[in-house]
């Protein structure tokens, strides 16, 4: 910020007025700290966020709930004894993100100043888990006294049948008409008539039946002796049919654990001489298997947990891409869902425009009624030639034709968006503007209103040209040039590819800064470059669209200390106008935005540069809570001794966030895929010194597959074939 502009806010500002922050439209706020740490659990559309002690809405600072398609459907659910809140032994989610498990313990319980109950005399387990839109609890309970434990156990409960974006932080003037109702000794109804004319109900069962029932609280009176134990399980269901029964406990578990473990047959796995490593693979992985969605259309990895659990097109597609290498059926998944609900008119209150693919979808009422506009919202910048470039990237890992037929329409509309709306001064560069006023400001993957301005801190205005789409743009004609190929439309292919080649020459003379030493940050509706230094420069390697010479500069410069922290690189440099490390894209660490650079560094040969991302990033998750790296963190300096600085509203977890760990892997492998001569290759693969063996099994390649282990000698590497199952070669490839 300049001189003259501090002196003009200190004017305008007297020290005796508060100043007034205008609110962004979708800001997530963050009022105070959570008192308890939270836990999540996801299936399908449904998730939940509990806090340690396994409860929701007990303690303040977290967005708690039982959701289901974007409605709160439990606000409430406190287990009490005595009217005193138990105390936490332990918390612990399962390996694979199944179930969540809750150790609790009596405290000291008086009655008229006399100790009726002595702390730690009751040992209480609580096993919660989500399956087919039904929260599932069991609560155990164990007499480890000498003496007959006589207490009250109370489950209080309520709802407000929240939107999503009412918890978040929206305001609305109107809502709907709630109700609660006993259906029966073992059964509660809480239910909602929405101003949009749906019906939301929330079903409570109890078993066995309470001693006591009212519409917020089951009270169950215990007399347990020496050493004895007692369970009761309580189902609420999210819209479960007035007449049905939930399922059992324990088959409904057993059910739920085959089908985990049912959908991750066939992907790769991944085993290395790092066990801290491994933790944070297996934890990404199950991370992902949790936020996987059936759809009608397919697989779909959902964003993130709590704020982003649908579909976005933006976050689905990276992720696949990031994924490719271990799953390709998640890109499956994912092309064939957002080509179904790809953009057919124009209608300005979604952003939408014939051949645009989707930024995201929400199922709540706010979204029904156009409170918001994200029912079916494309503005998103950046999803359209991403589709492309995922539907290029997924057929070559595949040679899956009969996908790429189905596809090529809604790729053909995407590639003509891209050339029409896309452009529309035709000025040859992907710009957007948004056609709402309640759609988002800016519309690439940095979407916070502030996210891209000029060297002076002014905000861009008009019709942005970001840098980096213009070169997912740039890969995915190249892409969709070879796609055509493979159907036999040579005259497409050639077109597609002198257009390619065409936007590079235009960006280079565009967007390169001589003075910064890296490409602008975007161009404003001028076509006046913002002379920012940003992580986007980087994933302009990913796209492949830059120069060899200025590739290796703007990784130079994306390792100095203005960029990298030591945990990874931040999304704006230290220096730049409006620089903040704890800023939500102005300076904070992403690790799929870094996932991707490391990608860019790879493709250009830079592996050295390739393992100080992965070390930064890998060091980062070691420390992080259960070895999760979250959808961002701060983008502080490095200090000894301790760990990365989190920020307050992170997701975690994140879909693309979890896919990091792969992506990484794959960039220091440099692992390639050729399904037309039945070989994987290994391109100038390089080790990180954290790392000195990986094993991967079951590799895929179209019906055949590989066992390999990879072994570091230093700046060198091996590889031995362990198994071979079908027609399939390996090779390393030493050159650029």
Same mark, same amino acid.
């Given at each position: 910020?300049?001189?003259?502009?501090?002196?003009?806010?200190?004017?305008?500002?007297?020290?005796s007025?508060?100043?007034?922050?205008?609110?962004?439209?979708?800001y997530?706020?963050?009022?105070?700290?959570?008192?308890?740490?939270?836990?999540?659990?996801?299936?399908?559309d449904t998730?939940?966020?509990?806090?340690?002690?396994?409860?929701?809405?007990?303690?303040?600072?977290?967005?708690?709930?039982?959701?289901?398609?974007?409605?709160?459907y439990?606000?409430?659910?406190?287990?009490?004894?005595?009217?005193?809140q138990p105390?936490?032994?332990?918390?612990?989610?399962?390996?694979?993100?199944?179930?969540?498990?809750?150790?609790?313990?009596?405290?000291?319980?008086?009655?008229?100043?006399?100790?009726?109950?002595?702390?730690d005399? +009751?040992?209480?387990v609580?096993?919660?888990?989500l /399956?087919?839109?039904?929260?599932?609890?069991?609560?155990?309970?164990?007499?480890?006294?000498?003496?007959?434990?006589?207490?009250?156990?109370?489950?209080?409960f309520?709802?407000?049948?929240?939107?999503?974006?009412?918890? #978040?932080?929206?305001?609305?003037?109107?809502?709907?008409?709630?109700?609660?109702?006993?259906?029966?000794?073992?059964?509660?109804?809480?239910?909602?008539? *929405?101003?949009d004319?749906?019906?939301?109900?929330?079903?409570?069962?109890?078993?066995?039946?309470?001693?006591?029932?009212?519409?917020?609280?089951?009270?169950?009176?215990?007399?347990?002796?020496?050493?004895?134990?007692?369970?009761?399980?309580?189902?609420v269901?999210?819209?479960?049919?007035?007449?049905?029964?939930?399922?059992?406990?324990?088959?409904?578990?057993l059910?739920?654990?085959?089908?985990?473990?049912?959908?991750?047959?066939?992907?790769?796995?991944?085993?290395?001489?790092?066990?801290? +490593?491994?933790?944070?693979?297996?934890?990404?992985? %199950?991370?992902?298997?949790?936020?996987?969605?059936?759809?009608p259309?397919?697989?779909?990895?959902?964003?993130?947990?709590?704020?982003?659990?649908?579909?976005?097109?933006?976050?689905?597609?990276?992720t696949?891409?990031?994924?490719?290498?271990?799953?390709p059926?998640?890109?499956?998944?994912?092309?064939?869902?957002?080509?179904?609900?790809?953009?057919?008119?124009?209608?300005?209150?979604? !952003?939408?425009?014939?051949?645009?693919?989707?930024?995201?979808?929400?199922?709540?009422?706010?979204?029904?009624?156009?409170?918001?506009?994200?029912?079916?919202?494309?503005?998103?910048i950046?999803?359209?030639?991403?589709?492309?470039?995922?539907?290029?990237?997924?057929?070559?890992?595949?040679?899956?034709?009969?996908?790429?037929?189905?596809? /090529?329409?809604?790729i053909?509309?995407?590639?003509? /968006?891209?050339?029409?709306? *896309?452009?529309?001064?035709?000025?040859?560069?992907?710009?957007?503007?948004?056609?709402?006023?309640?759609?988002?400001?800016?519309?690439?993957?940095?979407?916070s209103?502030?996210?891209?301005f000029?060297?002076?801190?002014?905000?861009?205005?008009?019709?942005?040209?970001?840098?980096?789409?213009?070169?997912?743009?740039?890969a995915?004609?190249?892409?969709a040039?070879?796609?055509a190929?493979?159907?036999?439309?040579?005259?497409?292919?050639?077109?597609?590819?002198?257009?390619?080649?065409?936007?590079?020459?235009?960006?280079?003379?565009?967007f390169?800064?001589?003075?910064?030493?890296?490409?602008?940050?975007?161009?404003d509706?001028?076509?006046?470059?913002?002379?920012?230094?940003?992580?986007?420069a980087?994933?302009?390697?990913?796209?492949?669209?830059?120069?060899?010479d200025?590739?290796?500069?703007?990784a130079?410069?994306?390792? #100095?200390?203005?960029?990298?922290?030591?945990?990874?690189?931040?999304?704006?440099?230290?220096?730049?106008? #409006?620089?903040?490390?704890?800023?939500?894209?102005?300076?904070?660490?992403?690790?799929?935005?870094?996932?991707?650079?490391?990608?860019?560094?790879?493709?250009y040969?830079?592996?050295?540069?390739?393992?100080?991302?992965?070390?930064?990033?890998?060091?980062?998750?070691?420390?992080?809570?259960?070895?999760?790296?979250?959808?961002?963190?701060?983008?502080?300096?490095?200090?000894?001794?301790?760990?990365?600085?989190?920020y307050?509203?992170?997701?975690?977890?994140?879909?693309?966030?979890? %896919?990091?760990?792969?992506?990484?892997?794959?960039?220091?492998?440099?692992?390639?895929?050729?399904?037309g001569?039945?070989?994987?290759? +290994?391109?100038?693969?390089?080790?990180?010194?954290?790392?000195?063996?990986?094993?991967?099994?079951?590799?895929?390649?179209?019906?055949?597959?590989? !066992?390999?282990?990879?072994?570091?000698? *230093?700046?060198?590497?091996?590889?031995?074939?362990m #198994?071979?199952?079908?027609?399939?070669?390996?090779?390393?490839?030493?050159?650029?």
């Amino acid at each position: 910020m300049t001189a003259e502009i501090i002196t003009q806010t200190i004017e305008m500002t007297r020290l005796s007025e508060p100043i007034v922050v205008e609110e962004q439209p979708f800001y997530i706020p963050m009022t105070g700290p959570a008192s308890r740490p939270r836990r999540s659990l996801k299936h399908d559309d449904t998730f939940i966020v509990l806090d340690s002690h396994g409860d929701i809405g007990a303690s303040s600072g977290g967005p708690d709930g039982l959701f289901n398609c974007d409605t709160r459907y439990l606000a409430r659910l406190e287990l009490v004894l005595d009217d005193v809140q138990p105390l936490l032994l332990g918390s612990n989610l399962r390996d694979d993100n199944s179930a969540l498990t809750i150790d609790l313990t009596n405290p000291d319980v008086y009655q008229q100043d006399r100790i009726v109950l002595p702390k730690d005399m +009751l040992h209480i387990v609580r096993t919660i888990f989500l /399956w087919q839109g039904t929260a599932y609890q069991r609560i155990g309970l164990q007499n480890h006294g000498d003496r007959v434990a006589t207490f009250d156990l109370t489950l209080l409960f309520d709802n407000d049948f929240a939107d999503l974006f009412e918890v #978040r932080g929206e305001k609305r003037a109107r809502r709907g008409i709630g109700s609660s109702k006993l259906a029966g000794p073992a059964d509660v109804l809480l239910e909602y008539r *929405g101003l949009d004319g749906s019906n939301r109900r929330t079903s409570l069962h109890f078993d066995p039946r309470p001693t006591r029932l009212s519409v917020n609280a089951a009270t169950y009176r215990f007399e347990l002796a020496p050493h004895q134990s007692r369970s009761l399980f309580v189902a609420v269901g999210c819209n479960r049919p007035a007449a049905s029964m939930p399922a059992r406990f324990f088959p409904a578990l057993l059910a739920h654990r085959r089908e985990m473990r049912t959908s991750t047959t066939n992907a790769a796995s991944i085993e290395t001489s790092n066990d801290i +490593l491994n933790e944070v693979l297996c934890q990404a992985m %199950a991370d992902l298997n949790m936020l996987m969605t059936e759809t009608p259309q397919g697989r779909y990895p959902y964003a993130g947990i709590p704020w982003y659990s649908t579909t976005f097109g933006r976050d689905g597609i990276i992720t696949a891409l990031q994924m490719l290498w271990v799953d390709p059926r998640v890109a499956r998944g994912v092309l064939r869902r957002l080509a179904y609900y790809q953009a057919k008119e124009v209608d300005p209150r979604a !952003d939408a425009e014939p051949g645009k693919i989707l930024h995201e979808m929400r199922g709540g009422e706010m979204a029904a009624l156009r409170e918001v506009p994200f029912a079916q919202y494309y503005g998103s910048i950046d999803s359209t030639p991403l589709f492309v470039l995922l539907a290029g990237l997924y057929v070559e890992r595949t040679g899956d034709e009969e996908t790429l037929t189905e596809l /090529w329409p809604a790729i053909e509309a995407a590639l003509n /968006w891209i050339d029409v709306s *896309g452009d529309r001064d035709r000025d040859g560069f992907v710009e957007y503007q948004r056609a709402t006023e309640k759609g988002l400001v800016n519309q690439g993957w940095k979407d916070s209103f502030d996210a891209v301005f000029h060297a002076d801190g002014r905000l861009a205005e008009g019709s942005v040209a970001l840098a980096e789409v213009q070169g997912y743009v740039f890969a995915a004609k190249r892409l969709a040039a070879r796609c055509a190929l493979r159907l036999g439309r040579r005259e497409i292919a050639q077109r597609l590819e002198l257009e390619a080649h065409q936007l590079a020459e235009r960006f280079e003379e565009s967007f390169w800064c001589d003075d910064l030493g890296t490409y602008a940050l975007a161009l404003d509706g001028d076509k006046r470059p913002c002379k920012v230094r940003s992580s986007n420069a980087g994933q302009l390697l990913f796209s492949g669209m830059v120069r060899d010479d200025r590739a290796r500069k703007v990784a130079a410069d994306l390792l #100095r200390p203005h960029f990298f922290t030591g945990w990874g690189i931040r999304t704006i440099a230290h220096g730049e106008a #409006r620089y903040n490390p704890m800023s939500y894209h102005n300076g904070s660490i992403w690790p799929h935005d870094n996932a991707l650079i490391a990608l860019g560094l790879a493709r250009y040969g830079l592996k050295h540069a390739v393992e100080h991302v992965f070390k930064g990033l890998f060091d980062a998750a070691s420390y992080m809570d259960l070895r999760r790296l979250p959808e961002l963190f701060c983008g502080f300096r490095r200090e000894k001794n301790r760990g990365a600085t989190l920020y307050p509203v992170a997701c975690a977890p994140q879909a693309w966030a979890s %896919a990091t760990p792969f992506t990484l892997l794959e960039a220091a492998l440099g692992l390639e895929f050729d399904i037309g001569r039945s070989e994987i290759r +290994l391109r100038n693969p390089h080790l990180p010194a954290f790392l000195n063996e990986v094993v991967l099994r079951d590799l895929q390649l179209g019906p055949s597959s590989v !066992d390999l282990r990879i072994r570091r000698h *230093g700046e060198d590497v091996s590889m031995e074939v362990m #198994r071979r199952r079908g027609k399939i070669q390996v090779s390393i490839v030493l050159a650029h």
